[in-house]
């Protein structure tokens, strides 16, 4: 059972290995799309996050609103070639330049996905991670300094080019 954003957050913010900053506010987003209710309540409490290992290096860096910015701009510099992807923002850096991303999409709305930053432009590299913000905190609360969704017999929720629905 999934425990509620808040009693995540807390928890987290109760350990040595965890760092979070006041709010500063929400994340702009392109038009016709929205942030989940989940992660705007992180924004409402937070501004970014570092969890799991030394600060300067976590597993998990949930970025400040100004750098929450759409996928292929934190990997590349620039937008995806992939039209699904445009409504794809950079959650989590989780090292080495990869990402965790989430899609703002309506239809979508919190998908989260593995962006490897050598295989973004391939949908059926970009594996759905969870399904909401909450539950990717719910698992890496549990996971801590690990990349779960890496391991061997991780199932997740298939891949961006097949899990239906990609499309607008």
């Not at 949930?62 to 937008?79: K, L, M, W």
Request: include cysteine; charge should be negative; hydrophobic fraction near 35%.
């Amino acid at each position: 059972m999934l425990r509620n954003i808040d009693d995540i957050l807390d928890e987290l913010q109760g350990r040595k290995d965890c760092v979070f900053l006041p709010s500063a506010g929400l994340p702009t987003l392109s038009e016709g799309l929205r942030l989940p209710d989940d992660l705007r309540r992180f924004y409402e409490r937070f501004s970014e996050a570092r969890l799991f290992g030394d600060r300067s290096d976590p597993r998990y860096h949930i970025p400040p609103p100004g750098e929450f910015v759409q996928i292929g701009f934190a990997i590349y510099s620039q937008p995806t070639s992939n039209a699904v992807q445009r409504s794809w923002y950079a959650l989590a850096h989780v090292r080495d330049g990869n990402y965790i991303a989430i899609d703002c999409a309506p239809s979508r709305l919190g998908y989260c996905y593995d962006a490897f930053h050598e295989t973004l432009d391939d949908l059926s590299y970009c594996g759905v991670i969870a399904r909401s913000f909450t539950e990717l905190m719910n698992v890496a609360a549990a996971a801590g300094d690990s990349a779960w969704w890496l391991r061997e017999g991780f199932k997740g929720y298939g891949h961006a080019d097949r899990r239906g629905g990609e499309g607008e």
